[in-house]
């Protein structure tokens, strides 16, 4: 019951959310200097007829929204006009039909550009954070478990010098080790490899990921580490841990059923954080690793 | 000790009874701490007492003075800096100190419960108070059916006053009285023979410290539970306790039955713990207070523990530890005066 109503306050919050970006997205590059159009194609020698039919193209032509002709710089217009045939709104109607419209800069649909490189980037992140999250939590809870052992030491001083690595440096690194082991470089499958059975494609696929996910899990992998182990050491020195020590629990009792659900929080926290970071481009990584990846969308 | 109210003399069964089962004798007890690049900190030194079947024996002293710590060392739960390094705690005449952490665990909670200090931190606040108690329930009892598991949570709950639909409540939703309520329903759990209980009734009001104290008591009677009640009150021990057992920086000042303390104590610490309480019979009287601190452990004197703070100290106090004296079948006094006066 608690928890269908905190989904629902999730959900709710999360929706306005999502507006209120749309809606200051949309306005932001309408208040913006420079006509779309024109800063699209930087050609000097369109007429202006074709402008305008790109204008129309684009339905700049249309009024922003009510009583707005242009925000930029400001025309008043019409107050009458049909809402439903303005900008903003023919705008909200295709984003909820999926429709992204078409890139000023490419001229292709945007959806399209958008498909084809998050697919990657997704591909990238999904394997590097699920290896990553693994990894860390394991190494941390040995290593909050054996606090001050040599197990411990280990852990973290390598924890430590994965995460100050620089991405870039590391995947260099990577580069070198996977040159003299064959693994391929760059790109996401080999040339041709679409003509194969699709078990072979996917091992080809499998094949190119494994250095940028190697790259990216063992960044992430250092902290995740870190912030297990100290989360979990604070947890281990609550009282309720000896309760459950003098409620004859075994060690793996008190670990599995009393401290990492406690100590799990300021990493979930964290894995959070990173995703909406990572989703945003793994640019770093896919530079080196060449990649056509979202994340060089916005680079 | 004129104008003190001399304890009942008829406590029921709980008397102490000759014929009744030992079951937890600490002998000798000797607890450290460890920590690198200083003496050892001697916490406990040379404590013993022995519990029989449905007796409550009091554990009285100041903050510091290692009752804890005892406490703490019976079921081998000291954080690892803290070491038994002398000594043995015979529960059904075997050595909890030696037995192996899996055998222990067998007696832990089952046998022997604790109800901490401060319940407040004491249970997990992610799990559901009744899910708590059931796992203690699952853990010692796997023969106990399934589907009545609930049902005893509910029992367990309404003996200590807590209405059956805070089961499913987390430790927060509780005020700090209830907390330490569903901490003693939870010590209760698995019926067992002991129960620890660390200071359990300081944060709770009166009206509910008198309702525990009358089910830690008729708990005893009904199910001759044996109990180690630590606590600062002396009311509270004249009350309810049949031995008591009265700690000064880590050392046995004076073990007797609760007659002999509050009637004919002979550790001047002893006395001057009662002089402090309050006293109905004269209500007029100054109450009064023990000048100075308890000894740190890191600057032990080398005399007697408690001799710096003693009114009625002598030379040889501050220069020769004094050993436990025995004065009578049940009564063991550690002071010089006492072998003076012998």
Redo the contacts between chains.
């Keep these: 019951m608690n928890r269908t109503r905190a989904l629902i306050k999730k959900i709710t919050w999360s929706i306005f959310t999502i507006l209120f970006v749309i809606v200051l997205n949309f306005f932001l590059f309408r208040v913006l200097p420079g006509d779309p159009a024109r800063a699209g194609i930087r050609d000097p020698r369109l007429k202006k007829e074709a402008v305008e039919m790109l204008r129309v193209r684009f339905g700049l032509d249309k009024q922003v929204i009510n009583c707005f002709e242009s925000l930029n710089p400001i025309k008043v217009g019409s107050c009458t006009v049909n809402p439903l045939d303005t900008q903003f709104f023919i705008y909200a109607r295709n984003l909820l039909q999926g429709e992204l419209g078409i890139s000023y800069h490419t001229n292709r649909p945007v959806a399209d550009v958008l498909a084809e490189r998050l697919w990657n980037t997704v591909l990238l992140i999904g394997a590097g954070q699920i290896l990553s999250i693994i990894i860390g939590v394991v190494f941390g809870v040995f290593a909050a478990w054996k606090a001050r052992t040599s197990i411990d030491y280990v852990a973290v001083i390598t924890s430590l010098m994965a995460w100050s690595l620089p991405t870039f440096w590391l995947a260099i690194i990577l580069l070198f080790w996977g040159s003299n082991n064959g693994l391929p470089l760059a790109g996401k499958a080999s040339p041709g490899s679409s003509a194969l059975p699709l078990l072979q494609q996917w091992v080809d696929i499998a094949r190119h990921m494994i250095l940028p996910t190697l790259t990216y899990t063992i960044v992430y992998m250092g902290e995740y580490t870190l912030i297990m182990r100290s989360s979990l050491m604070d947890v281990l020195s609550e009282d309720y841990i000896l309760t459950a020590k003098a409620k004859g629990l075994s060690t793996f009792q008190i670990l599995k059923d009393h401290a990492l659900k406690n100590a799990m929080l300021p990493l979930v926290t964290v894995i959070a954080i990173n995703l909406g970071f990572t989703v945003a481009g793994a640019i770093q990584i896919e530079a080196v690793i060449f990649l056509a990846r979202a994340g060089q969308r916005d680079f | 000790m004129p104008g003190r109210p001399t304890v009942e003399k008829d406590r029921g069964e709980a008397q102490i009874n000759p014929t009744k089962r030992t079951v937890l004798e600490v002998q000798n007890l000797s607890i450290n701490y460890i920590s690198e690049g200083k003496p050892p900190a001697r916490a406990v030194e040379n404590v013993s007492f022995t519990l029989k079947e449905g007796e409550l024996i009091g554990l009285v002293g100041e903050s510091g003075c290692g009752k804890t710590t005892l406490m703490l060392s019976l079921?081998r739960?000291l954080p690892s800096a803290g070491q038994i390094v002398d000594g043995k705690v015979f529960f059904n005449g075997k050595d909890l100190t030696t037995i192996s952490e899996?055998e222990?665990?067998?007696?832990?909670?089952?046998e022997i419960?604790?109800v901490?200090q401060?319940a407040?931190?004491?249970?997990?606040?992610?799990?559901t108070v009744g899910d708590q108690i059931a796992?203690?329930i699952t853990?010692?009892m796997p023969d106990f059916p399934k589907d009545k598991i609930q049902g005893r949570v509910i029992e367990l709950l309404d003996l200590v006053g807590i209405a059956a639909d805070h089961k499913e409540h987390y430790p927060h939703q509780y005020s700090g009285g209830m907390r330490q309520r569903a901490m003693i329903a939870m010590a209760l759990a698995c019926n067992p023979q002991v129960i620890i209980a660390d200071e359990p009734t300081t944060a709770l009001d009166v009206m509910i410290q008198a309702q525990i104290l009358e089910l830690l008591d008729n708990l005893r009677k009904k199910l001759g539970l044996a109990i180690v009640f630590v606590t600062h009150d002396l009311g509270v021990v004249a009350e309810i306790c049949d031995k008591v057992l009265v700690m000064y920086g880590g050392v046995t000042a004076e073990y007797a039955d609760v007659d002999t303390i509050y009637n004919s104590a002979r550790h001047p610490y002893t006395q001057e713990l009662l002089k402090a309480f309050p006293d109905l019979t004269k209500p007029k009287k100054k109450l009064s207070s023990i000048p100075g601190y308890p000894p740190r452990l890191d600057a032990l004197p080398d005399g007697c523990r408690f001799a710096p703070r003693c009114p009625v100290a002598i030379a040889r106090c501050h220069t020769e530890q004094p050993m436990l004296h025995k004065l009578g079948d049940m009564h063991i006094a550690s002071c010089h005066l006492v072998e003076a006066s012998k």
């Excluded at chain 2, 222990?104 to 089952?110: A, D, G, V």
């Excluded at chain 2, 407040?120 to 799990?127: D, I, K, Q, T």
């Design positions: 079921l739960l899996k222990l665990n067998k007696i832990r909670w089952k419960s604790i901490f401060g407040m931190n004491a249970l997990n606040p992610v799990r796992e203690a853990k010692h």
